[in-house]
């Protein structure tokens, strides 16, 4: 098994730092030159898994999150000093809660990940649906820097939902709006 220590990864201070509310580490600043592997997978369900065996501790696979960057090759954790490979199997993190806030093309939809994040779709953020070639859609928002949430089965019914009783300017294809934004949710909404 890998032994993470506290002088690599500054795991104890970046974890005081988010619990004292601050904002996401500076993932862009930082490049550092020694890169490795490491064994951790994402499922496709959102569990994280160390050398095969589930991640206990919920605070610190929310701390691994806020590392996480996604680059052309692959995914990372990331550190001043440090940058390890890690394997995701769909998209890091699953869309578990939807709140609608607001009504009609004003509304914000905002979707909680299973880490923690909250994220509003818009312009920036924009939900997108994947046919992957099956019957099944594969419902998507973009979280943040190029990472992704799969939107978890009851979210996207509820997603559905909407799009039944909404009016929308693109009629033969169901859809929400957020910010502004029509995101259409595919045939099989």
Not at 14 to 24: I, N
Not at 118 to 128: H, K, V, Y
Not at 169 to 183: E, K, L, R, Y
């Amino acid at each position: 098994m890998a032994v993470m220590t506290e002088p690599i990864l500054g795991l104890a201070s970046l974890q005081r730092e988010l619990a004292a509310g601050r904002a996401l580490p500076p993932l862009e600043r930082w490049n550092p030159k020694h890169c490795s592997e490491i064994d951790i997978r994402i499922a496709r369900d959102g569990t994280w898994f160390h050398d095969g065996r589930p991640i206990a501790r919920r605070e610190l696979v929310r701390l691994f999150s806020t590392i996480l960057r996604k680059e052309s090759d692959g995914y990372y954790l990331v550190t001043p000093v440090e940058k390890m490979r890690i394997t995701v199997e769909d998209a890091p993190f699953l869309a578990v809660l939807l709140d609608v806030r607001g009504s009609g093309r004003d509304q914000q939809l905002v979707f909680t990940t299973n880490v923690g994040d909250e994220t509003i779709a818009g312009r920036e953020n924009p939900i997108r649906v994947d046919a992957n070639g099956s019957t099944e859609p594969a419902p998507y928002i973009h979280v943040r820097h190029g990472l992704d949430a799969r939107i978890s089965r009851n979210v996207y019914y509820q997603l559905a939902d909407l799009a039944l009783s909404a009016e929308h300017a693109q009629a033969d294809t169901p859809g929400v709006w957020s910010c502004g934004i029509f995101f259409p949710l595919g045939s099989a909404a």
